[in-house]
């Protein structure tokens, strides 16, 4: 453990205007690098689409599902935020690669909501039980704030996404197939305003990032490391909506300082 780092993590977690949970993991060895309060239970934001990824990859490797195979996306699920599912963009359907690409690359609800309608949020949550994520839930499709007011939110961890990213890594390194595919598209991420937002050169970080009103996070595997390295940094009650653009800031700046001292 890097204890100077360690000491400028506590007391950048102790000025930020909200609150936040932190874990950092060697990937090959599992020891812990740095945490603060890992195990807090936070509303998962966009970070659930990882165990919706990865019940798919599932799937496809017991050939219950094809990665090439169509899947439809009527007009009746299209919602108002797709950048996607946009007139010159339209078909009848979708190959189930491409609905998985949209869904973690840019985040796009409406993939998502089709691919929990294909699986069941029953399989989502099998997986990560299975898999020990024993506090993360999938309790609702994206946007139905009506869910979400009725008490029905999605849930996550610092640490079960590092038990869920590890897992995927180990069995794309032994298994290859669909899992090495779920690590190539979380390395394709777009969503770059959060942990790459200070980082240059040639990074491969294969990660999922989640915003919501006061919310902001992102978790994930730094490959190019000198040593790899699972990093999830969890905020939340922060001052800014969506997150923007003091709490993507602080993750930016926290993933840097994290870099240079690993890298």
Request: hydrophobic residues 40%.
């Amino acid at each position: 453990m890097d204890h100077t780092l360690d000491q400028w993590l506590s007391e950048e977690i102790a000025s930020f205007p909200g609150k936040v949970s932190l874990l950092m993991t060697d990937l090959e060895s599992g020891e812990v690098l740095h945490s603060f309060q890992p195990d807090t239970v936070v509303t998962s934001a966009s970070t659930i689409k990882l165990p919706i990824l990865l019940t798919v990859m599932e799937g496809v490797q017991r050939e219950t599902f094809q990665l090439q195979q169509p899947v439809k996306v009527p007009e009746s699920v299209i919602l108002p935020d797709t950048t996607v599912f946009e007139p010159e963009n339209r078909r009848e359907t979708y190959s189930l690669l491409e609905l998985l690409y949209w869904m973690i690359t840019v985040s796009d609800n409406t993939a998502t909501n089709v691919l929990i309608d294909l699986v069941g949020m029953e399989a989502v949550n099998g997986l990560c039980h299975r898999w020990g994520a024993s506090h993360t839930q999938l309790q609702r499709k994206m946007l139905d704030f009506e869910a979400k007011a009725a008490g029905r939110d999605n849930v996550t961890t610092a640490h079960d996404q590092y038990v869920l990213y590890a897992g995927l890594h180990e069995r794309a390194e032994s298994q290859g197939g669909p899992w090495t595919v779920a690590m190539d598209i979380l390395l394709e991420q777009r969503c770059q305003d959060a942990f790459l937002r200070y980082l240059n050169g040639p990074v491969a970080v294969a990660h999922k990032t989640g915003g919501l009103d006061h919310v902001h996070h992102d978790a994930g595997l730094f490959l190019s490391a000198k040593q790899p390295y699972y990093l999830g940094c969890f905020t939340w009650d922060g001052p800014s909506l969506d997150g923007q653009p003091e709490q993507a800031r602080f993750l930016g700046r926290i993933a840097r300082r994290i870099y240079d001292s690993y890298s």
